[in-house]
């Protein structure tokens, strides 16, 4: 007869229950392990992901990821050798992050100049060639979008040489620390471990990478009205206020001071403070219009994040300084050396009360490249008559 579960004593029924568990799971044992190794895997990578704004150096590459997680890995040897060309990988972030692979040199390539290890690219995957998945400007540059920039992308990390063949000979693209950037990328937007990953794809499915986050906003003031005699007004400032420009500036001079209306009742005034081989910079002075004796330094915030801006910076000093009262925009472009292939340039809006950080590129490796520097931050600017809704990081 058989006994009734009901009526067994109860260490029996424990017994009974705890193997039929077993043996269901011993069914699947390698199912349930690989399931569970790879939500660990995943969720600890975007659990750990870096903060952001980041900047990094990977031995012959750098890689700059923004406030909203769209990452760039550019070629910029170590060595500080000029490249006459420009390599780099972008990524936006979230589940469909699209793929951009970048490749601009001073003058258009063959259909067969590009060569990973010693072989011409064949196919589609010739920049040149008819049928090309690339596209160009017909001068020298040339972009992979989606799939085949993704696929180009996880083709040279896994290379140990890049050539272009030119005129004078081939041009060799170091791929040293290309492999340690796109696994810094992946992990900035949570892909470790998954489909999308650049490096080393894993099994986790393209829902666990985290959605993007949105654009900060930023709101302009509304056009002020016109400054009278911008001229006779920054002049009357730099008079009036000269102990303060002495004790902040170094020799200046008159001879490019500006004035720009700021609001109905102030003025914003730059002031040359300083003067370089190739650039300078002014003091910025938010000032009455009805007293220019009157002026305050205006401190210029940087960015959420804590990156360094210098030691010795003064947030009242703008580089190249430029003020447009139409966008209520104020910005800032500092070379670290002539040919401006490295440095850094900062935006800020004005929102009715004080200036709101809007932009920051910078590249702190020079690579020849002039003025084309990654992102760090970014924002969305709107006019004060419109909502200032959030938006999706373009």
Request: proline residues 9%; charged residues 20%; neutral net charge.
């Amino acid at each position: 007869m058989t006994p009734v579960p009901g009526r067994l004593p109860r260490w029996m029924r424990e017994r009974l229950a705890l193997s039929g568990a077993a043996q269901a799971l011993s069914r699947r044992p390698c199912a349930a392990v690989a399931a569970g190794l790879v939500a660990l895997s995943v969720f600890a990578a975007q659990a750990a992901s870096p903060a952001v704004p980041a900047y990094r150096e990977f031995k012959d590459w750098i890689v700059a990821c923004d406030n909203v997680r769209r990452c760039e890995a550019r070629l910029a040897p170590a060595a500080g050798d000029t490249l006459p060309m420009r390599l780099l990988v972008a990524r936006e972030a979230g589940p469909a992050g699209a793929v951009g692979l970048d490749l601009a040199g001073e003058k258009p390539l063959s259909a067969d100049a590009l060569r990973l290890d010693g072989a011409a690219l064949t196919g589609a995957d010739r920049p040149a060639a008819a049928g090309s998945a690339w596209t160009n400007d017909g001068e020298g540059s040339y972009r992979l979008q989606g799939e085949p920039a993704l696929e180009m992308a996880r083709r040279l990390e896994q290379a140990r040489q890049m050539a272009v063949q030119q005129s004078d000979g081939p041009l060799q693209l170091s791929l040293d620390g290309l492999a340690a950037a796109l696994r810094f990328i992946d992990d900035v937007q949570g892909r470790v471990g998954t489909l999308t990953a650049l490096h080393q794809p894993g099994a986790g499915p393209v829902s666990q990478v985290p959605a993007a986050p949105a654009l900060p906003v930023v709101q302009a003031a509304a056009a002020p009205t016109p400054l009278a005699d911008t001229q006779a007004f920054a002049a009357a400032v730099r008079t009036r206020n000269a102990a303060l420009v002495a004790r902040k500036c170094d020799a200046p001079r008159g001879a490019s001071d500006d004035a720009m209306p700021l609001t109905d009742t102030d003025a914003l005034v730059l002031l040359r403070c300083w003067s370089g081989a190739y650039q300078s910079a002014a003091l910025v002075l938010r000032v009455p219009r009805s007293a220019p004796q009157q002026a305050r330094p205006v401190a210029l915030p940087d960015v959420p994040g804590g990156l360094p801006v210098g030691k010795n910076d003064d947030p009242s000093v703008a580089t190249e300084a430029f003020y447009d009262p139409a966008t209520a925009t104020l910005s800032s472009f500092a070379k670290s050396r002539g040919i401006g292939d490295c440095g850094i340039a900062r935006s800020w809006v004005f929102d009715g009360t004080a200036f709101q950080p809007a932009s920051r590129d910078e590249q702190r490796r020079c690579a020849g490249s002039p003025g084309d520097w990654p992102a760090l931050y970014r924002t969305r600017s709107v006019p004060a008559t419109a909502t200032a809704a959030p938006a999706p990081a373009q």
